[in-house]
């Protein structure tokens, strides 16, 4: 069960500001509907802010209609109160009504941006070289296409449209209580500064937090995927205690950064509540005394009250905007990793067409290496002409599949050229580059869907019929209409619903009906019974007539008709001819080829 190097972890707290400027960019493209959420939030603010103060003048209506009672000098005004509560009732309600507009604005917002960055990273994952794809598991590449992006979107539908109306509410509100009593603002105003300072102190310390708490959880993710993907070879090697060991260790480091980011996001309320509760205890106090001097009435100080509370409200929810943007932030950021990660070399523009090509294939003086210290392919030389098969052997690590690599240009040489009829294959689009070759590799790829789909994968416009005939001439033809639904029989994800023989041979049609002027042949059948390889191999000596051949020969004994046998190792050359030449000379291939029959 191969497994991928993990990204390096987060230790540190990385570019915040720089982040959130890329989403404000995102963000820019709905001015006009932001415009008109901060127009709605305004208004909902201002209907439901004046509530308390109208609520209050009934609180004083009342008190002072039972002053009068008692006193006997006049009755309560109730119709006074019922026309005030009616009107604080729509009030309410066109509040309510604006508020649901503002978040209708928002979250169709969020979402278009969310579709947004899924197309762009779609589109990304096609852009990026192999040696991305090398360097990282598969886990945590999803991770960045599900996790991070869910995570981003349904906070960001919160902070956008919470964080117009906090505002909002928390200027209304301070206007309001000015307009009560400006003493009593000003000294519940100065307790805030606390809360400012609690709230930058926590933000700072706990960003990193949430940036390791993504990143554990695309290394979980891809432990998960990786462990799924090979259960079976995880019990074959009794190796379920090793596996479960492996993830503890990842799934507790994202307990620890997860605790750690949650504990500091909800730290926010205690304190909140702590300046808020002082609030009310002076509130209480000081109004009192000013009730007393006559300063302001009885209402004022439910009013007040009131101010108070949507003033803790607002600024508590200022905090957890802060809290939320943080996870916010730190999934972006690692979307937006991946969206600047380097990508394939850009074809040229004036690139050359692939019309007329026959297949003739050199590689002249060709140097690579994976990196720039460690050089793996030196002064690799092969002349190979249209139709020929070529077998290129050798022990592990020679450099076979790299070559094939450099063929297709999922790497690009060093040094050197690679030329098919002639040409350069970096004057090619890479599309049209790739469209020359067909592939039949040693681990099969089918994805869940009927047959014919995955037959016609290799042409996408071909009928049922081109399906059908691609299926004869891979043997195959006689097994689907065995099967309950013949072609639209469906395969599911693993495609384990059929051997791995057939699920060869469906390969082999695919590449049939794609119809390639190169074919690349990764030793095919290692893994089936002698009858299934016999149907494999003549389906491939079919699909081999007139085509230039590459073949990765695993099996020598599987090569002796080729052209032309490469033979390499360390990344040279050390020998080519045919297999009677090769044995003859009694070298390097000779003492491969003979290898395989010595009894051990």
Sequence with gaps: MARGPMVKSIDKAKDFKGTFKKLLSYIKKYRLAI???????????????????????????????????ITGSGEINFDFIRNTLLLLLGLYAFSAFCTFIQNFIMNTITCKISYSLRKEISSKLHKLPLSY???????????????DVDTFSSNLSQTLSQIVHSIAVLIGTIVMMISISSRMTIASI???????FGMGFIMKHSQKFFTRQQKNLGDMNGIVEEVYGGHDVVQVFNSEEKEI????EVNKKL???????????????????????????FVSIYGGYLTIKNKIQVGDILSFSQYIKNLNRSVSDIAQIFSMLQPTVAAAERIFDFLEEQEEVKDIKESHSIEGIEGNVEFKNVEFGYTEEKT?????????????????????????????????????????????DGVDIRKFKRSDLRSLFGMVLQDTWLFNGTIADNIRYGKLDADIEEVKDAARSASVHHFIKTLPDNYNMVLNEESDNISLGQKQLLTIARVILSDPKILILDEATSSVDTRTEELIQKAMDKLMEGRTSFIIAHRLSTIKNA??????????IVEQGNHEELLKKNGFYAKLYNSQFDIV
């Design 255 to 281: 307990y620890d950064s997860g605790w750690k980011s949650q504990f500091a996001s909800t730290s926010m309320h205690p304190l909140m509540n702590f300046v808020g509760n002082i609030n009310y205890v």
């Design 35 to 69: 415009f008109a959420v901060v127009i709605f939030s305004v208004l909902s603010t201002i209907f439901s802010i004046v509530g308390p103060n109208i609520l209050g003048d009934v609180t004083t209506e009342i008190f002072n209609g039972l002053v009068n009672k």
């Design 563 to 572: 052209d032309l046998i490469l033979v390499m190792d360390n990344g040279d």
């Design 376 to 420: 793996v392919i030196h002064g690799f030389n092969a002349k190979v002409k249209k139709g020929q098969k070529i077998a290129i052997v050798g022990p592990t690590g020679a450099g076979k599949t790299t070559m094939v690599k450099l063929l297709m240009r999922f790497y690009d040489i060093n040094k050197g050229n690679i030329l098919i």
């Design 133 to 147: 794809f090398e360097t990282r598991t598969h886990g945590e590449t999803l991770s960045r296409i599900t996790n």
């Design 245 to 248: 060991e492996r993830f503890e």
């Design 190 to 196: 100065l307790l805030l500064p606390i809360s400012v």
